[in-house]
């Protein structure tokens, strides 16, 4: 993926929702579509199926079809969940056998292979309610009743949004209160009588009287609205979610006994750090990696299968517990969790490496060293993993950060092969990450899309920028 269509992709992946966040990174096993996922996701919802039916369950505890509903409604609230919180309330705070067992820990697994592919069909606008949920076609009223799948799931789906509903928009907040509800009506109208009697009168007023031959015909044009429901639910959740990315206002919900939670647990949004490497008093004069031949030794026995796009992500996980200040791993790990919609968990990879990355090349103030060249081909994957955090952290509105990095890596490397000036000079132009397109849709570019005739046109206006350097 090149660096444009890189810059877009994660743009465009902040409009998705990584709605939960785990405590530690989780064991992503392979591509969503591939048939070892999906032999994977039938096991765990089997095995789920298994536990919420079962005869023993504790009373008042979800069914599976319960469950269903209140993932959905999880899967979509606009916050982030911590795994321990976004189980307790999945589980409605009511069942013993969610704590502290071996059976836990096996729950805790299949709990997040399921959960994660609700997530992805959320982020892909493609929600579906599985096999199991037809509605009757000669008698829709048939679905009130307490055993039907579909009235099980809306019960759930209430569930779960009451358990979020502080974290939706209130009182005209982007204008989504009347969608929302909308919404919240068609999906919950199977969970009692009652709720799509309310729902109806809100549709005809003379309700009573008419009644049940006109909410006949409503409860079936309801059905056929479902699934057209579910992704309006999805893509109001998405823009929600965005605006608060872009403003940095995240509520992290906590369980029924704790608060917001700890702010040293909670996701945050990207934020820029300056590491120092307070051994090192003065900047190194010139960096050149030097990888451990160890790690090395292990890279190579899977470089064949990363050039043919099938990175073994379980290997390059464990090198990268195993060998932390080798940096090969994290970059492809990285570009895997980012192409597969991880988007969490690949802030965490990158922002692990920038870390290691700066301890190893700043000195005790945070300076680079005065040459960090891509002409050294060791350099080159952390040249990649700083510029890639560079751009999270553009993107995410620590511009000043962005700002900071890039120039250090222009001062590090003047020839500068990944562009830092074009980035600085955008920044300075308070354009966007994605300043390429800006300047095509401003008429910057006029014909041949050429961004060095453009730096060398408006350079001139932030001399400061390139003082000492031949640019």
Not at 118 to 131: I, S
Not at 239 to 252: K, M, N
Not at 399 to 406: A, M, Q, S
């Amino acid at each position: 993926m090149e660096s444009g269509e890189k810059r877009y992709f994660i743009r465009s992946c902040l409009h998705v929702l990584p709605f939960y966040f785990l405590d530690t990174l989780m064991t992503i096993k392979s591509d969503s579509q591939s048939p070892q996922r999906e032999r994977i996701v039938e096991a765990a919802t089997f095995f789920l199926k298994n536990f919420f039916d079962d005869p023993a369950r504790v009373k008042g505890t979800p069914t599976f079809y319960t469950f269903q509903g209140i993932a959905f409604a999880l899967a979509c609230a606009p916050m982030i969940l911590k795994l321990k919180d976004l189980m307790s309330m999945a589980f409605c705070h009511k069942d013993p056998r969610v704590d502290g067992d071996a059976q836990s820990q096996n729950l805790n697994k299949n709990f997040i292979e399921y959960f994660d592919t609700v997530v992805a069909g959320v982020n892909r606008n493609k929600p579906v309610l599985p096999p199991g949920y037809a509605l009757a076609a000669n008698n829709p009223f048939e679905v009130f009743q307490d055993n039907h799948p579909l009235s099980q799931w809306a019960q759930g789906f209430r569930e779960g949004f009451e358990m979020t509903r502080q974290y939706w928009p209130r009182n005209g907040e982007a204008d989504y209160d009347d969608r929302i509800i909308s919404c919240y009506n068609v999906l919950g109208f199977f969970s009692d009588p009652e709720f799509a009697d309310r729902v109806f009168a809100q549709i005809e007023p003379d309700a009573k009287r008419r009644r049940p031959e006109n909410l006949r015909i409503y409860a079936e044009a309801i059905y056929r609205e479902f699934g057209a429901s579910m992704i309006s639910f999805t893509e109001i959740a998405r823009h929600i979610y965005e605006i608060r990315l872009r403003s940095g206002g995240f509520d992290v919900l906590g369980s029924s006994s704790a608060a917001a939670g700890n702010a040293e647990d909670d996701f945050k949004p990207p934020v820029y750090r300056l590491v120092k490497n307070p051994n090192q008093k003065t900047p190194i004069a010139e960096f050149i990696y030097k990888p451990d031949p160890l790690a090395e030794a292990e890279f190579s026995k899977i470089s064949s299968l990363i050039e043919n796009n099938e990175p073994p992500v379980e290997t390059l996980q464990q090198m990268i517990e195993d060998f932390p200040d080798f940096f090969d791993p994290y970059f492809y790990f990285y570009e895997y969790l980012i192409n597969n919609d991880y988007i969490i968990e690949s802030f965490v990879i990158l922002e692990d490496a920038y870390d290691r990355i700066c301890l190893m090349i700043s000195d005790s103030r945070g300076n680079f060293p005065l040459r960090l060249e891509w002409a050294a081909p060791e350099n080159r994957t952390l040249i990649r993993l700083l510029d890639n955090w560079a751009e999270v952290l553009w993107e995410v509105g620590e511009v000043p950060g962005t700002l900071e990095i890039y120039r250090k890596l222009l001062r590090s490397d003047p020839a500068d092969h990944i562009g830092a000036r074009y980035k600085i000079l955008a920044i300075r132009l308070n354009l966007g990450f994605d300043y390429e397109n800006e300047l095509l849709k401003n008429g910057e570019f006029v014909n041949n899309p050429d961004i060095a005739a453009w730096f060398a046109r408006r350079k001139g206006e932030f001399p400061e920028e390139w003082e000492g350097l031949d640019v």
